[in-house]
T-cell receptor, first 112, second 121 residues
């Protein structure tokens, strides 16, 4: 049972344009969400997070949006750069619990 | 900060052999996690520890898998006997609990090692 789903295995975007990665979850108990970025042969690294008391969190070129009613979150990267090419994982947890449930990942390719 | 250190980086073994994966968490982190990454299932949590005590091992696929954390700076994940379907990348991660101002506590992000790529032939 996939509690966190990333339905797009891959995404290709032109350099300078906006990249939008999507994630859906089914467990209504989740109240803390994170995005991780992974380069080949490396472990995932933390990118940005959002608590369910907010609907938006921004950090530089990265913005995460949360729609609790739709159980949906998205990561916006603008402008996209070649170094953003990586696999992006969405993750969710219940605040106060350290256990993270991950999606399957979306491979983002930024084309020059 | 050396980060989470995993060894070996690559392991190739024959079916039926015992495999031991090792992890050194970041100093001061009191949570340690073992994840497995496969194409089919993505990143799935196998087990996690808090203060060296196993808290949730519900993700451990079978009795062939076992994990230990004898002290705060070392953990092992053992597969005995190994099977071809165990082939995957195994990640170790560590974290600590942050305390936000006001009520409640917040989770610090997990810090991952670079993983061990296991191939069982």
């Amino acid at each position: 049972d996939q509690q966190v789903k990333q339905n797009s295995p891959s995404l290709s975007v032109q350099e300078g344009r906006i990249s939008i990665l999507n994630c859906d979850y089914t467990n209504s108990m989740f109240d803390y969400f994170l995005w991780y970025k992974k380069y080949p042969a490396e472990g995932p690294t933390f990118l940005i997070s959002i608590s369910s008391i907010k609907d938006k969190n921004e950090d530089g070129r990265f913005t995460v949006f949360l729609n609790k009613s739709a159980k949906h979150l998205s990561l916006h990267i603008v402008p996209s750069q070649p170094g953003d090419s990586a696999v992006y994982f969405c993750a969710a947890s219940i605040q106060g619990a350290q256990k993270l449930v991950f999606g399957q990942g979306t491979r983002l390719t930024i084309n020059p | 900060d050396a980060g989470v250190i995993q060894s070996p980086r690559h392991e190739v073994t024959e079916m039926g052999q015992e495999v031991t994966l090792r992890c050194k968490p970041i100093s001061g982190h009191d949570y340690l996690f073992w994840y497995r990454q496969t194409m089919m299932r993505g990143l799935e949590l196998l087990i996690y520890f808090n203060n060296n005590v196993p808290i949730d091992d519900s993700g451990m696929p079978e009795d062939r898998f076992s994990a230990k954390m004898p002290n705060a700076s070392f953990s092992t994940l053992k597969i005995q006997p190994s099977e071809p379907r165990d082939s995957a990348v195994y990640f170790c991660a560590s974290s600590h609990r942050d305390r936000a101002s006001g009520s409640g506590s917040y989770n610090s992000p997990l810090h991952f090692g670079n993983g061990t790529r296991l191939t069982v032939t």
